[in-house]
């Protein structure tokens, strides 16, 4: 097994090297140009259209905006938010956090090209539903066979990964420092609970994530918050050393800033997923109109993920100082900082945010990764794939931690390159949906007048 984990040490470590890192956030950072900055003067507008009632019921998709929205959200606000922010303060300093923003800041255009080539080149599979993806703009917008079935090989692989043996691994870890509880145990019941979702296919997904994320995000943000609010004259301090590290790494030894960066962006997109591909397959399961207005929705999934709900955890952690006690654990390391601030309450909020987290991200990725296993398959091997899903929540919950992360990010990584490629070729697109959408708004604008 060591020999094992060393190896895949070393993938992740290749994969997850400076060219990468770079083509991630240069990407993101390309789109929020040519789309001139959209993430920023649309923020206001999308917000409103994801938690808008008023949404369009007519247009082809098998869920609402919100639902899109919440399964995407269900897959992404998870541990990356809490076990993923400690890592990478951990091994990148308080620094890594500002690095963690600037991902989310140029992600959040990258996010929108996704949802916006998700929705444009998507099909009816075989069972009436919508499916839609990198695997698919890359096929059908470039004509790249080979690299939309590496893409969806990698996605099948990941799922089991970032969205299954990190999040039952990380509750299991959780409830047994908490309770005492054996992590097989956790496991099963873990099992069961997704089992019973996932076989009910998307729209049984949307309604439970519909319902579980608005709660799950409110009670842990509201736990953060009522720690900042009672201690808020350490909020300025904390938030000074953030971005006084991300430029010195002061926090590393020999001030490595390349390390703060390095897991900054690391954990920035394991935390919002921009970039990586997945979200676009929930994005393209929704009623719109037009492209673009999806693509909005899909945005603000990277805003309220990383700005809002990691920034919690970046900020109370860099407040407590915990993390510079030697032998600090990543998977515990929010817990005892919350714990610090509201003894007797912080480590529950921790442990029961990180239960809903994992479990409603575990749901999200069974249909990320569905959908890419049925892009190579087709239809009949879904149900396998569910069956295979659902076991892999219980193995992962007894493994190593480490194994666990770095066989996580070896599978972003690799699942990241096509869809990163597929963005770039297919940014055209993406500028022309983009002048369609604002157009729309423009004349939805003065009908109100």
Known sequence: MELFENLIAQINNIVWGPPLLALIVLTGLFLTIRIAFLQFSHLGYALKLSFSKNQDKNSQGDISHFAALMTALAATIGTGNIVGVASAV??????????????????????????????????????????????????????????????????????????????????????????????????????????????????????????????????????????????????????????????????????????????????????????????????????????????????????????????????????????????????????QAFEMYLPGIGEWIVTIGIIFFAYSTILGWSYYGEKSFEYLFGAKSVMLYRILFTFSVLVGSGLSLNLVWDFSDAMNGMMAIPNLIGLLALSGVVVAETKIIKDKIKQEKAALK
């Open 90 to 335: 951990i091994l990148g300093g308080p620094g890594a956090v500002f690095w963690m923003w600037i991902t989310a800041l140029v992600g959040m255009a990258t996010k929108y090209a996704e949802g916006v080539l998700a929705v444009k080149y998507r099909v009816v599979d075989e069972r009436g539903e919508m499916s839609g993806g990198p695997m698919y703009y890359i096929e059908k917008g470039l004509g790249w066979k080979w690299l939309a079935v590496l893409f969806a090989a990698f996605a099948s692989i990941a799922a089991f990964g970032i969205g299954n043996m990190v999040q039952s691994n990380a509750v299991a870890g959780n409830i047994e420092s908490s309770l005492g509880i054996n992590p097989w145990i956790t496991g099963i019941i873990l099992s069961v609970l997704t089992g019973l979702v996932i076989l009910g296919g998307i729209k049984s997904i949307g309604r439970v994530t519909s319902f579980l994320v608005p709660f799950m995000a409110f009670f842990y943000v509201l736990g953060g918050l009522i720690i900042i609010v009672l201690n808020i004259g350490d909020v300025p301090a904390a938030i000074a050393t953030i971005f006084t590290d991300a430029f010195t790494g002061s926090a590393m030894a020999g001030g490595a800033i390349g390390t703060v960066i390095r897991w900054g962006v690391a954990r920035g997109v394991f935390s919002n997923e921009a970039g990586l591909g997945s979200a676009p397959i929930a994005a393209a399961a929704a009623k719109t109109d037009v492209p673009g207005r999806q693509a909005l929705v899909s945005m603000t999934g990277t805003f309220l993920d990383t700005i809002v709900v990691a920034s919690f955890t970046g900020i109370v952690i860099t407040m407590s100082g915990l993390y510079n006690v030697e032998g600090a654990s990543k998977a515990v390391l929010t817990s």
